[in-house]
């Protein structure tokens, strides 16, 4: 078999299996939904693109426009999370093993998950792109369809851009690091970098800064009035406060004017994704887990031998005591169970989730935790609710995020289920200890709040401490997954506590979410998520 049909076969394979999950259903569905926000009425609160005070009459050229860079936008984020699990799967089932064993070489190998990991963003792209013509007939402003200036953007502005996505989500699946949770946060401010101020005119890799460059200058051509260097401009979901309509000029723009020039550098990132292979294949460890095989003799030396080597050993909390005679004899008495079972054990249990939550935390990971808190009590109070509190709650995201998935992860899932109070105990045990972890880290600015005597504001803090740990145990008991809470936390988060967002603001860092409601809300929110993640373990329970 040659190298094409390899590449082809292994491809097809992946593309085949991806593509039958529910998380890409899912994601097509919020994608279709969102083609269609990209597209508002003439009469909507809200705008996605506007130059000025004008827009483009709802023709193929602006559609197709538009639609490509919202999309672009949409799937550089959510796309990378989608299709960021390539190797993870395969090293977690077993099959990247037995492809090891073959004579399929990394660079086959890594090329065809790319190959794959782009076949799923362009399947979502064309899908798009039907879309955008679909929404200019619903719109209607101009009936007529014109395929290339439709479709044009899709093919040269976003495919190159998916193109380079999958190969960063390989690049990182590459690096041990950024596998996990770490590499999803890296890509998220990366992303933000790139998408915010004045980076499109450095980079472009999503194509926008031709288009909005072409687009002003149909505008300057027919309304001479707007100047080139004319900087409002609003791209993305902008609101008008009071809810009224947009009432926006429109004006006829006929689309790009695709020079070779700004052709063959949109082809260049196919070029930079190649590229992006190579590495990827030579960071990859071909599925080599001998560097988590400890050396021959070292478990013995470390593990039971060296426990019964002890001349005594006992356990308060095992309730039983170990004794080894000169002669070699060991010698096990336990304590009496009744003992042990008349004792409020909830807040021990509390207490030994926290544990297991920062086990493993680095003291530089504690370092920072302890200086933030520090921050809070000493900054004022402003400051530390607007800036320290939402920091301080995005450093323990990676802990939060383990939250529902720790027993699948580590395949404890059974002897936990199995155990008594499940339910009633270790469950409620895991989220307040979610709870705990949220007011600690948070504790220098809630400190600060409780002396200044500002119970508005402390009891939306509260609600934002509680919220955290429930959101991040919903989705994980529903997801079986981490990454989910990661990428909704983290967008929640930016558009909330970060850029003053009061409907999404869930820790009450702007006075505007408390005056309309919102810790309250976020509250009914979290027992709804709670009542759902507990009906999500009773299911596992179930078998269900």
Known sequence: MNIAAILYRLALADFRERTRRYSFLVTL????????????????????????????????AW??????MMSTLFLSLAGFYLVKNALVRDRHTGVGQVLAATKVTRFQY??????????????????????????????????????????????????????????IALLFESIRFLRGGFGNVVFFCLWMFTVSGDTFSVSDIFGMNTTLHQMKTGL?????????????MNMGFSIKDDGTSWNLERFEWHGIDWTLANVGRRMLLFVVAFFGVCVSSLLFDRFDSSQNIPAPGTAA????????RRRKSTSAKSGAEVRVSSAGKVAIRFSRLESLANRNRFVHLVIAELKLMLKGVSRWWMLVALGLAIAGALVPAEVGRQ?????AWIWPLLIWSKMGVRETRYRTHQLIYSSAGSITRQ???????????????????????????????LAACGVGAIFIPTMAIFLGVWSGSGKLFEIL????????PMNRVPFMDFMGATNDSIAIGMPLFFLLIAAVLFALAIAGRRKKLGGG
């Open 301 to 308: 030396k470390t593990g039971l031998t060296a426990r019964f």
């Open 110 to 167: 890594m090329l065809a998950k790319a190959l794959s990991n782009f076949c799923v963003l362009a399947a979502m792209m064309g899908v798009l792109a039907v879309a955008a013509c679909v929404m200019q007939l619903v719109r209607a402003e101009d009936a007529h369809l014109n395929a290339w200036k439709l479709l044009a953007p899709f093919l040269l502005n976003a495919l190159p851009s998916m193109a380079l996505i999958a190969v």
């Open 220 to 232: 300057h051509q027919s309304h001479p009035d707007f100047h080139m260097d004319n900087e409002q």
């Open 29 to 60: 569905g919020f994608t279709l939904y969102a083609a269609y926000l990209f597209v508002p009425s003439a009469g909507a609160s809200y705008v996605t693109l506007s130059l000025a005070s004008y827009r483009g009459v709802y023709n193929s």
């Open 63 to 68: 559609i197709g426009s538009l639609v490509s």
């Open 489 to 496: 936390y983290l967008l929640l988060w930016y558009a909330g």
């Open 387 to 391: 800036f320290i509190l939402p920091f």
């Open 427 to 457: 469950f409620p045990a895991l989220w307040l200890a979610g709870v705990v972890l949220a007011l600690m880290t948070g504790s220098g600015m809630l400190i600060r709040t409780l002396i200044d005597g500002n119970w508005q504001i």
